[in-house]
């Protein structure tokens, strides 16, 4: 019975999501802080569930995880938040509005379309985004340290440099017409299927779940130590595209992380896109000093 009840708990849980953003009172969902608080609510019992279905053992959470992913969703929830409205959407949304440009429409539809709307949208250009870090160097750079995770939980899904956090935010939802609460409702959607993904929750939703959204198993072997098994999986909460762009494969990964699984710390984390350039600086420095042994060599 517990077995099928946690099985239950990702669809579950984006239900209760939709059903909260489609019935909350107006006056609720008019609140500014509203989405912060179902985002941190959904975290902390996702969160919660590692302690009672544990997935596997290697993965517990312990003292310095726990501070390093907290550190990564607050700066997640006030410097990224602040970067994509201010750098992305803000202007993305006066674009719209000085060319004149409308989806009407949208307003119009009913409320799950919506939401399915902000759903596709997001994942949409967090795949292709998310491919494209894979695939090509200097956005690899900014995503490895990601990678290097060694753990998969909770709130791992925020774990990553900066500016690979503010790139795999953006979306063209600001161009659409759409009411704010169908906008946070997805948001939240995502946020649920997300955050399970990188849980170490012993939950194997139904096949109808896993066939439309991503699970721990999908996850996991995109976190895999195995180079190959990376480049796949790309869905960051709809699995779905991975199937229909041919980059789904079937499996999971109880061992995860990077460089002989190396943990970065936070530090190494926010300065490792810079590697390639101390490489080439240090190389320098020591070329004067080995051209000058071997001067000294010689004339010896």
Known sequence: MKKTVVNLLPPLTVAAVVSFWAFAPAALLAKPWLLVVTSALITAFVQALEWVAERHTGWRLDRREFFTDLFYVVLGSTVIAWATTTLAEGPLHAAKVSLGLTTAWAMHVPFLAQVALVVVLIEFGQYWMHRLMHNVMPFWLVHAPHHHITQLNAMKGYVGNPIELFLISLSVVALFDLPLAAVFCGLNVLGV????????????????????????????????????????????????????????????????????????????????????????????????????????????
Do not use: M
Request: glycine share 6%.
């Open 193 to 300: 299927v997300s955050t399970f993904a990188h849980a170490n929750v012993r939950a194997d939703p139904p096949i109808w779940y896993g066939f439309v959204f991503t699970t721990i198993r999908h996850h996991s072997l995109h976190h895999s130590t195995v180079h190959e098994d990376t480049r796949c999986n790309y869905g960051n909460s709809l699995i779905l595209l991975d199937r229909i762009f041919g980059t789904y494969r079937d499996g999971e990964a109880n061992v995860v992380g990077q460089d002989d699984r190396r943990r970065l710390s936070i530090p190494e984390q926010f300065l490792f896109p810079a590697q390639p350039l101390v490489a080439r600086l240090k190389a320098r420095r020591t070329a004067p000093i080995a051209t000058a042994t071997s001067i000294d060599a010689v004339a010896g």
